[in-house]
């Protein structure tokens, strides 16, 4: 007789009960033959009205929500901060802590001010919209590829923007140039590809989390999609800090090449 | 011998599957053995010198999510190939 204390077999238990669960949810889906949404209806987003020529899908009416959720937190923990901070406003306090350390090491200034604003809003905005899809009912905004080629975009036009406020407009065209003329097609092919890196980053990692999802859940819907979903917690929250990374480490480009020179 | 006759939706379909399997597969190959080879050399680092453990983190994360992209522009190709396909209107019409 194998020698095993309660907890080991408690915990043994368990994994048997989750796993026969999941195959009587394979046998009741397999009998009843109840067909499941085809994995392509899934992951794209639908149509829900259209506005004159404007057409408003799914993807927008989540973002909505986000949003609103958001904007109501901010508003009211914004209100209830206090000299010694309680269990909310201290992880709130890490994040602003997490995002001020990531600007300053890779744009290089100690005066995070002016870069908080925006690099704080995208890795908020981009954390919480891939974590949105694990809330029932709500479908996370990332997998539409319009979503992410949005916040690529906003880098794409506040690179050059902090690149001229610190340096001039002939400072920052100057460095397209340096140290040869020969350099400004490659410049400008890498900012372009650097844009659509992005977009692809995003949007194809969190796109493959939903499918794999999906699979899983036509398979066996009731326990078996459940790893992959904490797992997806991790990709979701490492992908808002790559993203985050890379804009400070593209803004730092535009801008330290002031103080070198 | 006459080509109008072979049944091309299926012939599509099955390049299509096909394609899609082996690109997938070869297409992660170089990517995984470049992450591979800077996970090694951080690892490296950081076993030598830790007290510089938290530059050379973010360095190896940054370069794994470079090296990522090219893994998710092959997914990206594969997903258009499987479900939205721009050739498929000139075997399935419309």
Known sequence: MLKMNKKTLSMIIVFVIVIALALISFQIRRNTGFEAEPVANEITPKIVFTLGALQVTSTVINTWIMILALSIGAYFLGRSFKVRPTMIQNAIEWLVQ??????????????TNKFLPIVGTLAIFIGVANLLGLLPGLQSPTPDINTPLAMALIVFFSVPYFGIRSQGLWGYLKHYVEPIFLMLPIEIASEIARTFSLTFRLFGNILGEEIIIAILFVISPFI???????????????????????????????????QQS | MDWSTLPWDKIFVLVTVLVAGLGIAMGIIVPAIGQAIVAYSGLKAISRQPEAGDRINSIVLLSLAMLESLAIYVLAVILILVFANPMRTYIFGG
């Open chain 1, 98 to 111: 997490a995002v001020e350390n990531i600007i300053s090491e890779n744009v290089g200034t100690k005066n």
């Open chain 1, 224 to 258: 078996v999609p459940v790893p992959m979903m904490l797992f997806s917690i991790f990709t979701g929250v490492l992908q808002a800090y790559i993203f985050t990374l890379l804009t400070c480490v593209y803004i730092g480009g535009a801008v330290k090449a002031h």
